[in-house]
């Protein structure tokens, strides 16, 4: 089941869901308006192996994003939630503008808060403000007992690319640990 | 929980879910297949600033169809008017689409709850994709909320064909202002 919004404002004030700062000015029927944090990593390159981004600070004049190009920023809020699991998404104005603020992986888990890295492809370049309503993220009841969320992103607050396929074996060795 | 189409079919006839046109043939198992409208939308500007009004130009597809080149990004529309006050809609493809290369939207599959209208695709051709009037492209599956409904009273309400965004109605301030 997915929580309205009055629901939403509700375990906001409980301490179930967290999201901080927050204004019930950005609560939807069904979903939080969530804004773009001020930090971008723009893809520059790939050795073969793995993906290198140089960091900018968006100036508040705003930052044109290239077609077809990857960037990574993070939510403005902090967002998480010990009770509900999350479905972060971008808001359709922005979608209707041709700019993907997932790339497939809107699921956000049980227990992870922090200030969500998003992956954002223009299929048009488009301008992007620091501190503008962006996108959207959902909660949705969990149905069974859940474990803790123990991944290597759940706890960032920085804009964070993707941990390389080597660094695998050790994290599977820290999260053996972990449970 | 997710609606399954015998509960669909239910709720329409209860007034709880709004299609129109509803085709009876259209449920499938947990959702309902929704058809291209005849409107397109293809932006004008080399680069979009979503503070100010985009320009754009509407195109209608003939029938023996149009060309989405690869890497175009164009919205469309649904034929029918969908909504609901007791369920929220989610849109995804169908998969035959999704086959074809073709998004029909590229972050927003949520509809608000109370949000009522023809929904607008955002659609994103990775392949060269010829697209005709009223094929099936899309479904909306509906599912059960959580506490209380407050309706969508938003900008896009009552959309009659495709409708380009609106984010220049958003500006009202810059948080790192304050």
């Not at chain 1, 308006?33 to 990593?41: A, E, I």
Request: charged share 20%.
């Amino acid at each position: 089941m997915i929580l309205t919004g009055s629901k939403i404002n509700d375990e906001v004030k409980r301490g179930n869901i967290t999201i901080k700062p927050f204004s019930t000015e950005q609560v939807n029927p069904n979903s939080y308006n969530y804004r773009l944090g001020p930090v971008l990593k723009v893809f520059e390159r790939f050795d073969g192996y793995k993906s290198f981004f140089e960091e900018i600070e968006m100036p508040r004049e705003g930052y044109i994003l290239e077609a077809k190009k990857m960037y990574l920023a993070t939510t403005y809020e902090v967002i998480g939630s010990q009770k509900y699991a999350m479905s972060l998404i971008g808001r359709s104005s922005l979608g209707r503008y041709g700019l993907f603020l997932q790339c497939s992986a809107n699921l956000g888990h049980t227990s992870s808060t922090h200030k969500w890295t998003l992956e954002m492809v223009a299929t048009i370049p488009i301008k992007l403000y620091p501190g503008m309503i962006i996108g959207q993220v959902s909660f949705w009841k969990n149905y069974g007992l859940f474990k803790k969320y123990c991944g290597r992103y759940g706890f960032l607050n920085h804009p964070q690319e993707s941990l390389t396929p080597g660094d695998q074996k050790n994290y599977d060795i820290n999260r053996k640990q972990n449970y | 929980m997710i609606l399954t189409g015998n509960k669909i079919i239910e709720e329409v006839k209860n007034g709880k879910i709004e299609i129109n046109p509803f085709i009876e043939n259209r449920v499938t198992t947990n959702s309902y297949d929704l058809s291209l409208g005849e409107t397109i939308i293809r932006y004008k500007a080399e680069i979009i600033d979503p503070k100010v009004e985009t320009p754009y130009v509407e195109i209608k597809i003939p029938n023996d169809g149009l060309v989405l080149k690869q890497g175009e990004f164009v919205l469309g529309h649904s034929n029918e008017r969908i909504g609901s006050d007791f369920y929220v809609p989610l849109i995804h493809g169908k998969s035959g689409t999704a086959r074809m290369g073709l998004f029909v939207h590229v972050t927003a599959d949520l509809i608000d709850i109370g949000s009522h209208g023809v929904t607008t695709f955002q659609l994103y051709a990775t392949l060269p994709v010829r697209l005709y009037p009223g094929i099936l492209i899309a479904q909306v599956s509906f599912w059960v909320p959580f506490g209380n409904i407050i309706l969508y009273k938003g900008k896009y309400q009552n959309s009659k064909g495709p409708r380009p965004s609106m984010t220049y109605k958003d500006f009202k301030y810059d948080v790192f202002k304050r």
